[in-house]
C-alpha cells in the first residue's frame, strides 16, 4: 500500500502524543507529516505539506477544528474527526456518514477509518459527506431539518430527512421512497435506518417497514392494519408493532 500523508491537529499534546503512537502501532501505511496544536498553524501546514488526510479534533479553545474547514477555500485531503462525545454533534456525524473518533481512541477503531480513507483517496471521490456534516451541525440536534448520506451502488447521495415518506427492507438493502415520486436504493440494511433515525419522526411498522409519521394520511385499521402515505402507497402494519405504532402516532400528534 501507497503511504498516506497525515497531518495530526489536537490542542494537546496528550492528545497527539497518543494518536501518534496508536497510528505506528496499527497504521504504518500513515505517514505524519507535522502535528499542530492550534489552527493558524494546521492551516500554514495544510497550505504547505499538502497532506492526504488530516486526524482533526474538534473543540479547541479560541478557533475550533470547524473555523478551520471554513477558513480554507478548497478541501483537497480527508479528514477523520477525532472529538469527546457530544450527543448532537453525534447526530450530525452519524447522519452525514462522515468518519469520527471518539476519545479515547479504540486501535481497532483507527485502524477501520484509516482503511476507508486510503479508500477515498484511492478512488479520488468527492465528500459530500463533509458539505452535509457541516449544515447538519449548524441544526443543532433538529434531526427533522438535517440531511441524510445515503451509500449506493453509484456512489453517496444526500437527501433531506423530510423528503423521506417511508424505508421499505430488500434483504440487506433498503429501499428509500421519497416526496418527488423517485426511489433510492441504499447499500444499508433497514435496522441501520431504524437505529439511525429513532429519535426523529420515524417509527417500524413492520419487519420491512420503516415510515415517517409526518407522511401519513390514514390508519386502516385491521389484526395490524396497514398505513396510507402521502405517495398514496399502502403500507401494512404487524400486529406485533401494533402497539408501538399507535403509541408514537398519539406522542407525535398528541391526541
Do not use: W
Not at 440536534?141 to 440531511?147: I, P
Not at 441504499?186 to 435506518?193: H, Q, V
Request: charged letters at 25%; aromatic letters at 10%.
Amino acid at each position: 500500500m501507497n503511504p498516506i500523508t497525515a497531518l495530526l491537529v489536537d490542542d494537546e499534546p496528550r492528545g497527539l502524543s497518543s494518536l501518534q503512537k496508536l497510528l505506528q502501532l496499527n497504521c504504518p501505511e500513515v505517514e505524519i507529516l507535522a502535528c499542530c496544536q492550534d489552527v493558524d498553524a494546521a492551516l500554514e501546514k495544510i497550505k504547505r505539506l499538502q497532506p492526504q488526510l488530516v486526524f482533526l479534533d474538534v473543540a479547541m479553545p479560541g478557533r475550533n477544528g470547524f473555523d478551520l474547514l471554513r477558513s480554507l477555500d478548497r478541501i483537497s485531503f480527508e479528514i477523520i474527526f477525532v472529538t469527546a462525545h457530544n450527543s448532537y454533534m453525534m447526530q450530525a456525524f452519524r447522519f452525514s456518514a462522515v468518519d469520527y473518533l471518539l476519545k479515547p481512541v479504540e486501535d481497532e477503531l483507527l485502524a477501520e477509518a484509516v482503511q476507508r480513507a486510503a479508500k477515498r483517496i484511492t478512488d479520488k471521490s468527492e465528500s459530500m459527506q463533509l458539505s452535509a456534516f457541516l449544515y447538519n451541525l449548524q441544526q443543532n440536534g433538529a434531526v427533522k431539518k438535517m440531511k441524510l448520506c445515503v451509500p449506493s451502488l453509484r456512489g453517496v447521495k444526500v437527501i433531506e430527512i423530510t423528503d423521506i415518506i417511508y424505508c421499505e427492507a430488500s434483504s440487506n438493502y433498503t429501499n428509500f421512497y421519497l416526496v418527488n415520486g423517485g426511489t433510492l436504493c441504499s447499500s444499508k440494511p433497514i435496522f441501520e435506518y431504524e437505529t439511525l433515525l429513532e429519535d426523529s419522526s420515524f417509527v417500524r411498522v413492520h419487519k420491512s417497514f420503516l415510515v415517517n409519521l409526518e407522511h401519513i394520511k390514514e390508519y386502516i385499521r385491521g389484526e395490524g392494519g396497514s398505513v396510507l402515505m402521502s405517495n398514496g402507497h399502502e403500507v401494512e402494519v404487524s400486529r406485533r408493532k401494533k402497539e408501538v405504532f399507535i403509541k408514537s402516532m398519539r406522542d407525535y400528534y398528541k391526541y
